[in-house]
């Protein structure tokens, strides 16, 4: 699991999360657990044209062969689509409430290239 915070890009302190949590660089935006155990964190801007009340979600990276499953199976459980202009590698989907996940194929939103028959 990733945790992604959109703030203003003034406001994207990573050297402080860095220093509070204990986790190393991994990109100039994001930082993680050196040790494996933790979740990544992922500093992203702010949309401006989103409220502040959901600048907060969630990233949960899933396996390539599984990742069309999982979004599948969170639409029947409250879940719609906000986004799939992304896909195959990643989905963002929200609630009711429009808290919003983005399901991403793993490693890094990547796809598996088309069966060719070799």
């Not at 992604?4 to 993680?32: C, H, I, S």
């Not at 990233?59 to 062969?65: F, L, P, T």
């Not at 195959?88 to 990547?110: K, Q």
């Amino acid at each position: 699991m990733q945790l992604a915070v959109a703030a203003k890009p003034e406001r994207m302190d990573l050297a402080f999360w860095r220093a509070a949590l204990g986790y190393a660089t991994a990109d100039e935006d994001n930082t993680v657990d050196p040790l494996g155990h933790g979740s990544t964190v992922w500093m992203q801007d702010l949309d401006p044209a989103r409220p502040l009340e959901h600048a907060m979600h969630i990233d949960v990276s899933v396996a390539r062969e599984h990742v069309d499953g999982r979004v599948a199976a969170a639409l029947p459980a409250g879940g719609r689509i906000v986004d799939d202009s992304g896909a195959p590698g990643f989905w963002i989907l929200a609630n009711d409430a429009g808290n919003r996940v983005c399901i991403c194929a793993w490693p890094d939103r990547s796809v598996q290239p088309p069966n060719d028959g070799s």
